[in-house]
């Protein structure tokens, strides 16, 4: 049974003409981790947020369905979204740094969230689950203002906080981005094992293929707005179909052998208001492209939005 | 561009001793501060005192005066001696209290300054409070819904504000609601004699409140009410609008989006969290209003005819009575860098950042 | 494509415009009044005295019968020409001490940064009293006093932008190639000064009209029968009940010069950091 369900989803932020976020349809099972892959401006981050009910007032979303955990999330209170945040879903944002108010001490803006879950009893078990991230001494750390702290500390702390809820999802949006890379892998780490002994349903968002590549199961790849490949990670990153997922992966250095090719660059403003959005980047554009939206083609376990690919593909194995 | 903003965010010296030790250290540089700037204010009005084209002599012996009395009153004001020994003789006066004599009133400064005082703190301290209070409001109001009639509205008024004229805008409120409609005393501060009220403070409105008196304070409140209109109205429009961009700047951080996800509910996120690091500059700036307030509430003052710091002020320099405006200078000047050395501790508590 | 072609082809900008009409209507106002005032501002006519306003007389007569328009007309050149004045010295004063002070630092710094704290602690209204009364009640001396109380705050935002530009690469690089302290402060810092300068500039006109108007009012600057704009509210004061016009106008007119220059400030403020 899946947990999540979303189909269809579109998102408009306040004063802009052209849609953040179009048509985007996936779903997730408990128990499994999704990643979305994208560069910035691909609309990953609106994903996250749509989710949580977090999208900037006068932003407007439409999808025919999005369902968690049995919720219905279309045109839901915010009372009800804030009644979500505090049991089913939870965040992880990219700046640990920037997730915490710079002015208070850690320890009150942690009992803020437990009290706004009605679970201020919850403190004790706060300070395992703080142990258990790797933090040592749970009370000195929750005793600093933010800036007393490192970035992997403060991230453990977020994590830590989003599961003493014990949600059902926990979104996780760049959650090593901004840290050093020695810190980024054992916070992958730590999601890594906490998705099994909590029986997490992650969703990770990353333009970092490594990083999804570690922990997904399925990858939801997105360019300008719309998922344009979807599927089992092993699928997706091992034998792309779609020209932009090649590019992706064409374009990670690799320690020997080939050197990397770049991806076309994007000049800006260049996604098309009709047609494929990677048409203008495409080495496999055809004419229609330009003017059709490209339908989703089954592939394997999910879809690629892409004719030309497809065929390209399929000339390829056979 | 850090540096800039800095450096008009925070007056004296504080800010380059934050790294300093303890809280003793601050405050004797505090205090150093405050005599450094004290003795400026007092050498620079004292040079132009003495370059003044009337005869101080002349002035304080009156207009009947025959020459002899003026070399009389030269001697006693002591103006016969080196502008040296005046100036020392001066700067003791002070230490003791004695800022001299005025000649228009003829009796110590000091003594008038202290009668005048309460007049201003009560124009000052509604006044202030409204400010503060009201701005810090109408800018989160603004900040947290910025589209609407009100935005308008709240913009025309920071704008019109700031832009007219504050003599200007108590003459309208004069002739509009009170020369013609009569809905108000016209000028003058409440009268403690008229209704039998004792002078305990010097505030018309604290007396009135201690005499329990309702018409007592009903009148001493209708008194209160034009002058601190004008003063709101033309001063609120740099609280608004600086809560304004300070609270949207804050409420675009990723802290407040992290404490939404969290799940702490709408409310608290702005009224605790983002209220908290917005208020940074808008205290400062207020610091800055009120330090600056004693000197700013002259024109109103005169324009109301209450009885103040202000206006005794202007009634010495339309006298000549260079001591007694050397004194409001002084303490003018001395009240700023009081106030605004207490901003800095306020400010320290509201950022932990600054050690 | 389109918007890019249309905006080209509409080759004056507002802002550009609105500054030109600004620049060019108080250019009129204070160097021709004559041309738009219809009447004389001193010419009495006792007879016509508190005449509401009319086609004759826009903004009505005064005690003596004088044309309030007229005045308001002939005012500007002491309230706006003071404005200019002030602030025109006062921004030369202070960013000459201001980058001079950020560039050889050490203890001429240290003495701006004391001098300018010193001076924003005075109170400029009852200093600019205490100057009047020993200089003499004028125009002049409320100049000096506002000149002496504003240059810090241009002294204290020039030192700011310069020590900041003088930590940037291209002032590094300069420096590097050996150009000389002078062409480098010339040619490398000073003209990245001039935006900020120019919105500090606007806005402060703005506020030196009121400061200084206010000062009028309270008898100190300019003495009757000057028209001074802050004088002539002055002078309505006691006849506010008999003639409503003459309290008003002036105002009016005080009220939108420095709306206009406060809104063209905010203006130029948006187009700099956009």
């Known amino acids: 049974m899946s947990l999540l369900k979303v189909d269809d989803l579109t998102v408009y932020y306040a004063g802009e003409q052209s849609p953040a976020l179009k048509g985007a349809s996936f779903e997730l099972d408990h128990g499994r981790t999704l990643g979305v892959v994208g560069e910035s401006g691909s609309g990953k981050t609106t994903v996250a947020l749509a989710l949580g009910g977090l999208l900037p007032s006068g932003a407007k979303m439409k999808a025919s369905r999005i369902e968690l955990g049995g919720h219905d999330l279309l045109d839901i209170s915010k009372r009800k979204w804030l009644h979500l945040r505090r049991s089913e879903v939870a965040f992880v944002f990219q700046s640990p740094v920037d997730s915490w108010n710079p002015t208070r001490v850690l320890r009150v803006q942690v009992k803020d969230a437990l009290q706004a879950a009605g679970r201020s009893d919850d403190y004790s078990r706060l300070v395992s689950v703080l142990q258990r991230v790797g933090i040592d001494d749970p009370d000195r750390a929750l005793g600093s203002y933010p800036h007393q702290l490192s970035g992997g500390m403060l991230q453990r702390i977020s994590i830590a906080v989003a599961l003493v809820h014990e949600p059902a999802l926990l979104i996780a949006d760049e959650p090593t981005s901004a840290l050093d890379s020695t810190v980024q892998a054992e916070i992958l780490e730590i999601l890594h094992e906490l998705r099994t002994e909590a029986n997490l349903s992650l969703v990770i968002i990353s333009h970092d293929l490594s990083v999804v590549s570690r922990l997904a199961d399925e990858v939801v790849v997105m360019y300008g707005g719309r998922v344009v490949e979807r599927g089992e990670t092993e699928d997706v990153l091992g034998l792309p179909v779609h020209p932009y997922t090649r590019g992706l992966l064409a374009s990670v250095p690799k320690l020997e052998g080939e050197t990397r090719t770049p991806l076309p660059a994007m000049a800006f403003g260049e996604i098309a208001d009709q047609g494929c959005v990677f048409a203008t980047r495409c080495d496999l554009r055809e004419e229609t492209c330009l003017r059709t939206d490209p339908l989703p083609i089954e592939h394997k376990s999910g879809f690629v939005a892409c004719g030309p690919g497809m065929e390209k593909w399929s000339k390829e194995r056979s | ?355 | ?274």
């Open chain 2, 1 to 355: 561009m850090t540096d800039t903003e800095q450096d008009s965010l925070v007056v004296g010296p504080e800010h380059e001793n934050r790294f300093s030790s303890g809280p003793t250290a601050n405050f004797a540089k505090g205090l150093l501060w405050l005599l450094v700037v004290v003795l400026a204010a007092v050498s620079l009005t004292f040079i132009l005192s003495r370059v003044i084209p009337a005869d101080p002599a002349r002035l304080a012996a009156g207009l009947e005066a025959g020459p002899d009395q003026v070399a009389q009153v030269r001697q006693d004001l002591g103006l016969d001696k080196p502008v040296v020994v005046q100036y020392v003789n001066y700067l003791g006066g002070l230490i003791s209290g004695d800022f001299g004599d005025s000649i228009r009133t003829r009796q110590p400064v000091i003594n008038d300054l202290l009668e005048a005082l309460p007049a201003s703190l009560e124009l000052i301290v509604v006044s202030f409070t409204m400010i503060a209070g009201l701005g810090i409001l109408l800018g989160i109001i603004w900040a947290y819904w910025p589209r609407g009639l009100h935005s308008v509205l709240l913009r025309i008024i920071a704008v019109a504000g700031s832009a007219m004229p504050v003599f200007w805008v108590g003459l309208l409120l004069q002739v509009g609601l009170a020369a013609n409609i009569d809905w108000l005393p016209i000028a003058g501060s409440f009268n403690h004699r008229k209704y039998g009220v004792d002078e305990i403070t010097g505030s018309g409105l604290l007396d009135s409140l201690i005499s329990m008196d309702t018409s007592a304070i009903v009148e001493a409140i209708r008194r209160l009410v034009l002058p601190i209109t004008t003063i709101v109205f033309h001063n609120i429009a740099l609280t608004m609008t600086l809560m304004r961009s300070s609270m949207s700047e804050q409420l675009q951080r990723p802290y407040v989006q992290a404490a939404r996800a969290r799940g702490v509910s709408e409310s608290k996120v702005v009224t605790v969290d983002a209220l908290r690091n917005a208020l940074n500059p808008v205290v400062t700036m207020l610091g800055l209003q009120l330090g600056w307030s004693l000197g700013g509430v002259v024109i109103v003052e005169v324009i109301f005819s209450w009885p103040g710091i202000g206006l005794y002020a202007f009634s010495a320099f339309q006298a000549f009575d260079y001591n007694a405006i050397m004194a409001v200078t002084i303490i003018a000047t001395a009240s700023f860098v009081l106030i605004n050395s207490l901003v800095n501790r306020i400010y320290r508590v509201l950022d932990p950042r600054i050690t």
């Open chain 3, 1 to 274: 494509m389109a918007e890019s072609e249309k905006t080209a082809r509409r080759s004056v900008d507002p802002l550009t415009l609105w500054v030109l009409v600004t620049v060019l209507f108080l250019g009129v106002l204070i160097l021709i009044p004559g041309v738009l005032a219809p009447h004389d501002p001193y010419s009495l006519e006792v007879s016509n005295r508190f005449a509401p306003p009319s086609g004759e007389h826009l903004f009505g007569t005064d005690q003596t019968g004088r044309d309030i328009f007229s005045r308001v007309i002939h005012g500007a050149k002491y309230s706006i020409g003071s404005a200019l004045l002030i602030v025109g010295s006062a921004s030369v004063i202070g960013t000459i001490y201001g980058a001079l002070a950020a560039w050889y630092g050490g203890l001429a710094d240290r003495l701006l940064v004391r001098v300018v704290d010193v001076f924003l602690a005075f109170p400029y209204l009852i200093f600019a009293m205490a100057v009047a009364a020993s200089l003499g009640r004028g125009l002049n001396s409320t100049l000096v006093a506002l000149v002496l109380l504003w240059w810090p705050s241009y002294a204290r935002m020039v030192r700011g932008q310069v020590k900041s530009i003088l930590n940037e690469y291209h002032v590094m690089a300069a420096q590097t190639l050996g150009a000389k302290k002078s062409q480098i402060l010339r040619w490398h810092v000073i003209p990245h000064t001039y935006n900020q300068l120019l919105v500090r500039f606007t806005l402060d006109i703005g506020n030196a009209l009121v400061a200084l108007t206010g000062l009028s009012f309270l008898g100190l600057g300019a003495q009757p029968p000057t028209p001074e704009w802050g004088r002539l509210v002055a002078q309505s004061k006691q006849f506010v009940l008999n003639a409503w016009w003459y309290a008003v106008f002036p105002g009016v007119v005080i009220f939108v010069v420095v709306l206009n220059f406060v809104l063209l400030g905010d203006a130029l403020r948006k187009r700099s950091t956009s």
